[in-house]
């Protein structure tokens, strides 16, 4: 079984509809969850990052955390063009001297 | 401007022929990291490096090396390459090893080995 689960996609939805992209884990211990986004010929960027359960907002974007579950989420709302890229989950181990990723979800947004 | 630099963007090879990617960061970052990113794989860790002469292996270490002379410099060195090693390559740095630290990384390299 994998440390980190991600439906690679594609996802394709129309412009202003709400996005939920998510990724399973397997080792409970895991406190920090990020999620990257990438555009084509890039590098990913940190997008968002959570520590343990809940929920954290910044704009359209939503991160949440189930620990429970093993679940972690992130939900755009009002989707846009420009958010058509791939999104990484990513969970940093202990000590974090390695970042375990998704497989990444690619998104196409369209206008 | 604060950035990872890689070089070369692309690269086409021959099996065999020993190659380096240069990575270098200019934010004085402790950590430096390679990955490989394969559809749907993701990306996968190849070396990682806490501090200058510190490296350690990832996940898929096999055929590759890597140095740690300079904070600034994480050179990624193929010594015989494979087709199999045919894939995207980024570095990556962040401030200190830490489970909250965020990762810069560099635009990436686009590797064939024929």
């Known amino acids: 079984q994998k440390e980190v689960e991600q439906d690679p996609g594609p996802l394709s939805v129309p412009e202003g509809a709400i996005v939920s992209l998510n990724c399973t884990y397997s080792n409970s211990a895991f406190q920090y969850f990020m999620w990257y986004r990438q555009y084509s010929r890039k590098g990913p960027e940190l997008l968002m990052y959570?520590?343990?359960?809940g929920n954290k907002e910044d704009g359209r974007f939503t991160a949440q955390v189930d620990k429970s579950s093993k679940y972690i989420s992130l939900f755009i709302r009002d989707s846009q063009p420009s958010d058509s890229a791939t999104y990484l989950c990513?969970?940093?181990?202990?000590?974090?001297?390695?970042?375990?990723f998704g497989a990444g979800t690619r998104l196409f947004v369209k206008a | 401007e604060a950035q990872v630099t890689q070089n070369p963007r692309y690269l086409i090879t021959v099996t065999g022929k020993k190659l380096t990617v240069t990575c270098s960061q200019n934010?004085?970052?402790?950590?430096m990291s390679w990955y490989r990113q394969d559809p749907g794989l993701g990306l996968r860790q190849i070396y990682y490096?806490?501090?200058?002469?510190?490296?350690d292996k990832g996940d898929v270490p096999e055929g590759y090396k890597v140095s740690r002379k300079e904070k600034r410099n994480f050179p990624l060195i193929l010594e015989s390459p494979s087709p199999n090693q045919t894939s995207l390559y980024f570095c990556?740095?962040?401030?200190?090893?830490?489970?909250?630290?965020?990762?810069?990384f560099g635009s990436g390299t686009q590797l064939s080995v024929l």
């Open positions: 990513a969970i940093p181990n202990t000590g974090g001297f390695k970042t375990i």
């Open positions: 959570t520590y343990s359960s």
């Open positions: 490096s806490m501090n200058v002469e510190v490296t």
């Open positions: 934010m004085n970052h402790e950590y």
């Open positions: 990556a740095s962040s401030l200190s090893p830490g489970s909250n630290e965020k990762l810069f």
